[in-house]
């Protein structure tokens, strides 16, 4: 897909490739890759650099060794009748990664006032991730961030005071932004969003309204 | 940061090999070429993992077992993990391996950058319970017609991003293992000045224009 301008920073790729990423990110990353050629060819570059890791790592150690049955057991086991974990394809604007997270089902849609609508993917103490509907020209309101918040645009675009994003882009959020994303005119904008953290907004109704909509 | 080198030119080899179809033929081109540099032909790793692709080879399988499972106990007893659940996730690693062997495409990734994906994703699958979100799978296109030259270019490029890491300072290295090993946040990589990031990325620099050129290639939309 061409277009995109907002691509994934190299600490975040290394850390995704790594394994050493939260899976509400991970999902971000997942998807952002499926959308992106450009990060899924430096996702792989990456990985490669990794694969030199391994394939170095014990050749300075000769103590490491596995023991003598796991091969036999493993040799064993190559036959044996499997079942793959199910599978899931794109769907319209939800790449695979998302359909998996939504259990192949479409997205269930709550309302969080003035058109804006969520449907949570999964919340946790390591961070939560959802689908955000926003209509055309309606902004959210305006907020700050306790920790890193990802936002993937699947449809629409939206703009804040750092600049505009479109289908594919991603933006990046730390504690030091304040901002006030409002979505493009036109057909509603719809986000994959992750955050680590509670969200700080400045207006009290939006405060208030927090825990219910766990955001 | 360093400068990127100045490439040698590649040598390509006259005729594209189909290796889908045979990779019979690149074994004896191993042999015919036994006294010329290994540039010609594809890693030991690579054709044993061809091998278990396209013909489920039971011995080649046992040969990538013997080279990667003390690798893979290495890497994964290093994150804190016990030798014997170790030892249950490089089964798991090496089962998937022998499963999924059907999407190594080796044009793309180098069996090592392969392996390490996929421990990457049983690690998390059997730590955190959970499934490691993945992208989505480039749609293969009907007819794969691979090109020896195209496989051999992408070890060359990984063996010389293997020695630039070689060249490291150890305090360099060490922190280059840290972060593909996955004992560096994201935060701790983004602050930490002493990764050598730019070597890493001219290194990887002409494997990312073939990936492109590669994905350029297999785009259906």
Known sequence: MSGITHHIPDELLIAYAAGNLDQAFSLVLATHISMCDECRARLGAHEAVGGAMLEEFAASDQSISVSSDMKARLMDALDDPFESPPTYERSGIFPAPVMEALGGLPPKWKPLGMGVRQSILSHGKNGSVRLLYIPGGQAVPDHGHNGLELTLVLQGAFSDETGRFGVGDMEIANSDLEHTPIADEGPACICLAATDAALRFRSFIPRLLQPVFRI | MLELDVEPALEVPASPVRVREDTSRLRERKDVDKTKPSEQTPSEQTLWMLAVRDKRDRVAFGQLFDHFAPRLKGVICRSGIPPGQAEDIVQDVMLTVWRKAHLFDPQRAQVSSWIYQIARNRQIDVIRKE???VPEELKQPEEVQEDASQIVALEQETTRLREALARLKPAQREMVEKAYLGELSHSDIRAE?????????????????????????????
Not at chain 2, 196 to 204: D, E, V, Y
């Open chain 2, 193 to 221: 000045t002493g990764l050598p990031l730019g070597t890493i990325k001219s290194r990887i620099r002409l494997g990312l224009e073939r990936l492109r050129h590669e994905l350029k290639g297999t785009e259906t939309t």
């Open chain 2, 131 to 133: 499934r490691r979100p």
